[in-house]
C-alpha cells in the first residue's frame, strides 16, 4: 500500500494535529541565540516559511511547464494547487516577519530591501495568481506559475542587506540552531505536501477528473 493511500484511510486531522504540535514542540525546545535571544524561536519560523514557500513557487514553476508539454488535467490541478500553496506560505511567512521586525529591530521597516522585496513577491504573485483564475483556463495557469516563479528568483536576487543579516541560521556557530531549525522546515515542508495533496483531491472531485 501507497504512502498516499494510507493517508486516506487515516483521519487526515491527526496527521495535521500531530505535526502542528511537534511544530509547537520544536520552537517551544530550540535554543535561544546570544544576541536575539529567544526572538531567534520567530526567526526560525519565518526563515523556514519562506524556503519551503521559495520551494513551492519553484516547484509549481516547473509544473507549469511540464503541464504545457503533457497536457495532463492532473498536472493542472497540481499546478494550481502548488502554486496558491506557495502563496499562502508566502503570506505566512511575511505576517510573520512582522513581530519579527519589531523585536529585533525595533520597528516594522517596510523599506528595507528584504522586507520590500517580500512585499513585491506578496502583491506580485498573489496578483498574478487571480488574473489567472480570473482567466479559468490551463495554460493561463501553467503561464502564472512559471512567471511567479522567475518573480520570486528575479526580485530576491537583487535584494541587499542593511537590517537583514546575511545568513543568520547556517551563519550561526550553533549546530544546535541549524538543527532546530531544518527539523522545523522539515515538519512545515510535509505539512505544506499534505495539504498541496488535499487540494489537488479537492480538484479532482469538483471538477470530476
Known sequence: MTLLARLEQTNHWLWYGGLIGLLGVLLVLAPAEATLGNVVKI????????????????????????????????????????????????LAHYVVSLPAQVLAWGGITLSEPHVASATWILLGTLLVYVVARWMEHPVWMAFAAVVNALLVLFVL??????LHPLNPIFGSDSPAIILFYLAITLVILVLALLLTWERVRWLARKFGH
Open 43 to 90: 526567526v526560525y519560523l519565518h526563515g523556514a516559511l519562506q524556503r519551503v514557500a521559495m520551494l513551492a513557487y519553484l516547484a509549481a514553476g516547473v509544473l507549469g511547464i511540464v503541464q504545457v508539454v503533457l497536457v495532463r488535467s492532473a498536472l493542472v490541478r497540481w499546478t494550481q494547487a502548488a502554486m496558491e500553496m506557495a502563496v499562502l506560505l508566502w
Open 157 to 162: 536576487r537583487g535584494a541587499v542587506n542593511i
